[in-house]
C-alpha cells in the first residue's frame, strides 16, 4: 500500500559507506514528510556514533530517525533482532510517513526484501563453548576446522570472515546439520510484497576512496580515539560486532601500545576502503534488481520514479 497516496510505500537507499547516504534519506524525509530507519548494522550501537559515521543530533533532529544507537555494544545483534525492530519501526510509521531505510548492511535489505531463513536458535551455553575452543585460533585455521565439520558450508565463506565462520561452526554445533542447509526454510520478508523503490548510490571508486580517506581523519578529529577509548574500558568479548567495527581494532591496538596512531589510522581507512568495494560486488550478485545511481542523482532519481504515472507491470516493484 502506499503512504499518503505516493507511488511507493518505503524507499530503500543503500550504497557504500561515505556515498552519502544519510544525507539523501534527510532529504528525502523532509520532501515527503518520512521516517529514517537504519539499516546498518554497525550504527545500531549506541556506544558508536562517532566512529560508525552515524547521523549526528543536528541530523537526526532534521527528520523522524529510528533504530539508530539503540543497541548496547554488549549485545551481539543480529539478523532476525533487526527485522523484529524494522517490523516495529514499520509499524509505527502506520501508513502516516514514508518509511525512508537507509544503510549499507546488504544481509539487512536482504532479510526485508526477500525473507530470513529460518535459522535454530543456538543455546549460550553452546556459543560460549565454540567461543571458547577458537580462542587463540586464526581466522584461516578456523575455516579450516569449519571445512572438515561442514565443508559445504565452509565453500561459501571467506576464510578471513571470522564472525560468519563462527556462526557456522556454532549452528552445526549446535544441530549437528550444515548451515547452508538452513537457507531454504524462509519466512517472507516484511517488504516483500507493495511498491517499493531500491536506489543503490554508486559513487565514483577513486572519489570514494578519497572521501573514506578524508573522513576518518575527521572522525579522528571529532572524537573518535576517545569513543573507542570508553568502548575498550568496558572489556566486552572481542568478537563481539560492535568491537569489529571498521576502525575499532586498529585504534584499540593503538591504545594497548603495539602500533602507532598513524598506523591505526591506516589500518582503519585500509579496512573500510575494502569494505566498500565488498559492498559492490555484494550488491551487484546478491540484490541485482536494485537501480543503481550516482549520489548527485539520487534525489531527482527517486522523486522521479515517486512522482511517475502509476504501471502495473511486476517491475513496479523496483
Known amino acids: 500500500m502506499a503512504v499518503s497516496g505516493l507511488k511507493v510505500g518505503a524507499v530503500l537507499i543503500a550504497g557504500p559507506t561515505a556515498s552519502g547516504k544519510s544525507a539523501l534519506g534527510i532529504r528525502l524525509a523532509q520532501e515527503l514528510d518520512g521516517v529514517v530507519i537504519n539499516a546498518d548494522s554497525m550504527q545500531v550501537y549506541r556506544d558508536l556514533r562517532i566512529i560508525t559515521a552515524r547521523p549526528t543530533p543536528d541530523e537526526e533532529a532534521q527528520a523522524p530517525h529510528r533504530l539508530y544507537g539503540h543497541v ?77 565439520r561442514d565443508p559445504e558450508t565452509a565453500r561459501t565463506l571467506r576464510p578471513s570472515d571470522r564472525l560468519r565462520v563462527q556462526r557456522a561452526l ?107 568495494k565488498r559492498q559492490f560486488t555484494w550488491f551487484r550478485h546478491q540484490l541485482p534488481d536494485w537501480r543503481w545511481v550516482e549520489p548527485e542523482r539520487g534525489f531527482e532519481a527517486a522523486m522521479a520514479r515517486i512522482n511517475a504515472p502509476e504501471r502495473r507491470s511486476p517491475s513496479d516493484r523496483t
Do not use: C, W
Open 72 to 148: 548496547d555494544a554488549a549485545v551481539n545483534f543480529s539478523v532476525g533482532r533487526y527485522v523484529a525492530d524494522a517490523v516495529a519501526a514499520l509499524r509505527e510509521a502506520g501508513g502516516r510517513k514514508l518509511p525512508i531505510l537507509v544503510g549499507g548492511t546488504g544481509l539487512y535489505f536482504k532479510a526485508l526484501t526477500e525473507g530470513l531463513s529460518d535459522m535454530p536458535a543456538v543455546p549460550d551455553a553452546v556459543r560460549e563453548q565454540v567461543r571458547r575452543d577458537s580462542e587463540g585460533m586464526e581466522t584461516p585455521d578456523l575455516h579450516r576446522l569449519l571445512s572438515e
Open 170 to 276: 556454532e549452528i552445526f554445533a549446535a544441530t549437528g546439520r550444515p548451515l547452508v542447509s538452513f537457507h531454504g526454510d524462509r519466512q517472507p520478508g516484511p517488504l516483500s510484497d507493495g511498491p517499493v523503490l531500491k536506489l543503490f548510490l554508486a559513487p565514483d571508486r577513486d572519489e570514494l576512496r578519497r572521501r573514506i580517506d578524508a573522513r576518518f581523519v575527521t572522525m579522528m578529529d571529532q572524537g573518535a580515539l576517545e569513543e573507542v577509548r570508553a568502548l575498550g574500558e568496558r572489556d566486552l568479548d572481542p568478537m563481539l560486532p560492535a568491537m569489529r567495527a571498521h576502525g575499532v581494532p586498529g585504534l584499540l591496538a593503538y591504545l594497548r601500545g603495539e602500533i602507532t596512531l598513524d598506523e591505526a589510522i591506516a589500518r582503519g581507512q585500509g579496512d573500510t576502503r575494502r569494505y566498500a
